[in-house]
């Protein structure tokens, strides 16, 4: 599926840059004795969007961790009440942290990074924008656990 895709390949990209970079900080650092002074920064920017948007990705493979014990002891329609239960606990969840977080972040808008003088927000961005994504894969999820037969 397309949005699959470019989730894939913008972790694919970030972990990529995050590489190069603190590897670039480090040949800096002590092969010729300066610091790229945004790199650690960057490196930490690169980081966050990588764990939010990681996240996504874990609810899309049903990867969070889960109560495999009562999953694997249910049968019939307690195995789907369940998993419908389980479902939608994670669909409050995430949006909850989505409403909070994309709060935080139209608050922080005007606060600048000290090192590359970005907005905060660019940092903070990165758990609505995951939370988008994980409420898409959470939905997905709900979706196939009621077509499950009991």
């Keep these: 599926m397309l949005i699959d895709k470019l989730l894939d390949w913008l972790l694919i990209m970030i972990l990529a840059a995050m590489s190069l970079i603190v590897a670039a900080n480090v ?24 764990t939010f948007l990681g996240a996504a990705v874990a609810v899309r493979e049903k990867a969070h961790y889960v109560l495999n014990y009562l999953t694997g002891k249910l049968q019939g329609s307690f195995l789907k009440f369940f998993l419908i239960f389980r479902s939608v606990l994670s669909l409050m969840t995430i949006l909850i942290l989505l409403y909070f977080s994309a709060w935080v972040t139209w608050q922080i808008a005007s606060w600048e990074m000290p ?36």
């Design 27 to 50: 040949f800096c650092r002590f092969l010729l004795n300066f610091s790229l002074y945004w790199g650690d920064e960057l490196a930490q920017i690169l980081l966050i969007w990588l």
């Design 115 to 150: 090192a590359t003088e970005v907005s905060r927000a660019l940092v903070y961005g990165a758990c609505p924008l995951g939370s988008l994504f994980m409420l898409y894969y959470a939905l997905k999820n709900l979706w196939e656990d009621t077509k499950k037969e009991p």
